[in-house]
């Protein structure tokens, strides 16, 4: 029997890694190990089932998960976990766990790569390891504006990254490669993760308030006819679970993504949301404007919101303004020649994440990614 060793199973792609291998009924031929922090197993595991009740599993397919299956620790203080005995059985790893804000996590780092960096020197040796599937995320390549960027480029080096995140998940990716050659390491960059196809936001809310904050002030930084690369957390845990398990795989690196053909504009968007809020659609109000001009009405921010500080709309602004102007794709063919599925467009499940983050105020929403 394998050893599955998952990090980050509170978290967003973590719970829903841990949800794809409960529902497909993957324990009976893969045994759970699940870094959490918490001070003991008792408290891992309430942290655990807490985050997973929000993906719907019932108590019978919860019932897989047991005290047994928790390694408590922190990738903060990896010292603290990584002489565990039980690590030496683990064959695989999907290691999901990360500070993903794009708020300035003083920990960011240090989480991000340098723990994980202690992380992986120490599962590089174990003798029966056969993968270790690590989440980046596909802006770490820094792309450049309009473009669709392939899996063999090269990160653009010459461009800057727009958050500290982004430059966090490259670091740790060279490191691994350069100081961890014997670890059979495969890079998988998630697009940009939002919602799930079924439960829509229950799970987590992240990005996608940034879409209801657009539409709501009617304005933003990109066109309408601009796109973004979107995914549902359920295909990116359903992607990560292949790649981790398959027999063999061709590339160190793939691309978790819509793929060229996919990306969803900006318009189909606000169609779906309008469609979901039984409202009209925004489109002829819309405005393009810059975040300079966005400085200059700070002071709408709460008739049109709600209650919010106008200093964290304005970053929130400024930061994925950014990433919205990009108007980038990522390619996914080395996915489509495994014979993966497309993912389910965004605008086929846009009404559950409506459903589900309904009568939330967009500060509520927002919290989730700065933290």
């Given amino acids: 029997m394998n050893t599955l060793l998952i990090t980050g199973a509170t978290g967003f792609v973590g719970g829903a890694v841990v949800e794809y291998i409960l529902r497909q009924q993957l324990g009976s031929k893969n045994k759970l190990l699940l870094l959490v922090r918490a001070d ?87 003798k029966g390891l056969q993968r270790f599937v690590h989440v980046g995320t596909a802006m770490a390549s820094m792309p450049d504006k309009d473009s669709v960027f392939y899996e063999g480029m090269p990160d653009n080096e010459h461009n800057e990254d727009l958050v500290q995140y982004t430059a966090s998940k490259r670091a740790i990716e060279n490191l691994v490669r350069s100081e961890c050659p014997n670890l059979p390491f495969v890079v998988a960059r998630p697009s940009i993760i939002v919602g799930h196809t079924q439960h829509g936001c229950q799970p987590s809310s992240s990005i996608f308030w940034v ?50 053909e996919m990306c969803t504009p900006f318009h189909e968007i606000d169609t779906s949301v309008a469609k979901a809020n039984n409202t009209s659609r925004i489109i002829s109000e819309y405005q393009q404007i810059s975040y300079q001009e966005f400085t200059g009405i700070r002071k709408q921010f709460k008739d049109v919101l709600g209650p919010c500080n106008d200093k964290i709309i304005l970053r929130a602004i400024k930061l994925y303004g950014g990433f919205a102007q990009l108007n980038v794709k990522f390619d996914n063919s080395r996915l489509m020649n495994m014979g993966i599925p497309k993912p389910a467009a965004f605008k086929s499940y846009i009404d559950k994440c409506v459903s589900s983050t309904r009568g939330q105020t967009i500060s509520e929403l927002m919290r989730v990614d700065f933290k």
């Fill in 40 to 126: 003991d197993n008792a408290t891992g595991l309430a942290r655990i089932i807490d985050n997973l009740k929000k993906f719907e599993l019932s108590d019978e397919q919860l019932s897989a998960i047991s005290e047994e299956s928790i390694l408590t620790g922190d990738l903060a203080e990896p010292e603290n976990f990584i002489q565990d005995p039980r690590l030496d059985h683990v064959t695989h790893v999907i290691n999901c766990a990360a500070i993903a804000s794009f708020g300035n996590n003083p920990a960011m780092w240090r989480v991000n790569v340098e723990g994980s960096l202690i992380f992986a020197k120490r599962m590089a040796q174990v």
């Fill in 211 to 260: 879409f209801m904050m657009a539409i709501k002030l009617k304005k933003f930084t990109c066109t309408l006819d601009d796109q973004v690369d979107v995914i549902p957390v359920d295909y990116c845990a359903m992607v990560l679970v292949k790649l981790c398990l398959a027999a063999e795989l061709s590339h160190s690196f793939y691309h978790i993504s819509s793929g060229e």
